[in-house]
Nanobody, 124 residues
Framework: QVQLVESGGGLVQAGDSLRLSCVASGHVFKTYDVGWFRQAPGKERAFVAH????????NYADSVKGRFTISRDNAKNTVYLQMNSLKSDDSASYYC?????????????????WGQGTQVTVSS
């Protein structure tokens, strides 16, 4: 069993930056792909970014490409999401997910473990 805890959310202004962290329990975390997703009120949970188990490959939603960067430090069992040039449309609860078993890294159903989320609010 893997537990994921997100942190780093908050209230910021448009154009500001935030760095989210996803800390995992268990040594097997370093063998898992990890995804970041977000969910705004009244909307479905949507893919944001994905990183392979060794950090060798990353993928992003078009809406965040060039502004967000996903990275990981397996020695710390932590995955990060650096978010720059934030917009009001980025406001949502952000979730990390681990152990991708499905082929589609952008699919919510592909992941086994989920954190509780951290709230990001961007004021315009």
């Amino acid at each position: 069993q893997v537990q994921l805890v997100e942190s780093g959310g908050g209230l910021v202004q448009a154009g500001d930056s935030l760095r989210l962290s996803c800390v995992a329990s268990g040594h097997v975390f370093k063998t898992y792909d990890v995804g970041w997703f977000r969910q705004a009120p009244g909307k479905e949970r949507a893919f944001v970014a994905h990183i392979t188990w060794n950090g060798g490959s990353t993928n992003y939603a078009d809406s965040v490409k060039g502004r967000f960067t996903i990275s990981r430090d397996n020695a710390k069992n932590t995955v990060y999401l650096q978010m720059n040039s934030l917009k009001s449309d980025d406001s949502a609860s952000y979730y990390c997910a681990a152990q991708r078993l499905g082929a589609d890294y952008s699919d919510v159903q592909a992941y086994t473990y989920w954190g509780q989320g951290t709230q990001v609010t961007v004021s315009s």
